[in-house]
């Protein structure tokens, strides 16, 4: 499903954001990345998603090279940032119809399937309420929706857990547990919490200053 092979990332001339990175995975893993801040987490994570380009080696999705991926017809890939990307000024609602417009979802299945979603993520409080003034548990719940109206190859999750409560972490690990976690899509997690990787990963990955330090199967 995805390789790195060689993989180096520079910022400056003295500090490598990535160094040597050789890494699998497959669908039907979740691969947890457990390091510090600064350890390379979430460059990695950005190379998948075609946000930054590796300095030396070779990245493939789906065997193909990352820099020839389309990411419209080669790969179905869903990514929650940190800090995830809405209309601010627009409702809860209006952000979860815009994902399935522009895939130009039939009108009776679009209403059907935000209702739906409105329901299975208890969004129905916040529905109507402008994205910029929901708390950040309350955006990821928003992020996670608009992941579940699609089928996804790979999942993508930057550090998003780090300012939630144990209560609200615990109900975000449920939620991509039962959408995302199965035998045909690969799940990739950046965190700087031990107990969060633990709890979900098949596979943990310890990065620090861009290195990984040990790589083992979570059982």
Do not use: H
């Amino acid at each position: 499903m995805i390789s790195f092979v060689n993989v180096f990332v520079k910022y400056t001339k003295e500090f490598y954001a990535l160094s040597n990175i050789n890494l699998k995975a497959e669908k039907g893993e979740v691969v947890a990345l457990l390091g510090p801040k600064d350890s390379g987490k979430t460059c990695l994570l950005r190379l998948l998603a075609g946000l930054e380009k590796q300095d030396k080696g070779e990245i493939y999705i789906k065997d193909i090279p990352v820099e020839k991926v389309d990411y419209q017809t080669d790969i179905s890939m869903g990514y929650i940032p940190y800090q995830a990307n809405f209309f601010d000024k627009k409702t809860v609602y209006d952000n979860l119809k815009y994902v399935l417009d522009i895939r130009k979802t039939d009108k009776a299945i679009l209403e059907d399937t935000i209702n739906k979603a409105i329901i299975d993520f208890r969004l129905e409080s916040i529905a109507d309420e402008k994205v910029y003034r929901l708390s950040l548990f309350q955006k990821y719940l928003v992020s996670i929706a608009r992941l579940s109206f699609r089928k996804l190859d790979i999942v993508l999750i930057d550090n998003i857990f780090e300012e939630l409560s144990a209560q609200e972490s615990k109900e975000l690990l449920k939620l991509f547990k039962k959408y995302f976690v199965n035998k045909n899509t690969l799940v990739l997690v950046a965190t700087s919490d031990e107990k969060i990787a633990n709890s979900i990963a098949t596979k943990i990955v310890n990065l620090e200053y861009g290195v990984i330090t040990k790589e083992f199967e979570n059982k």
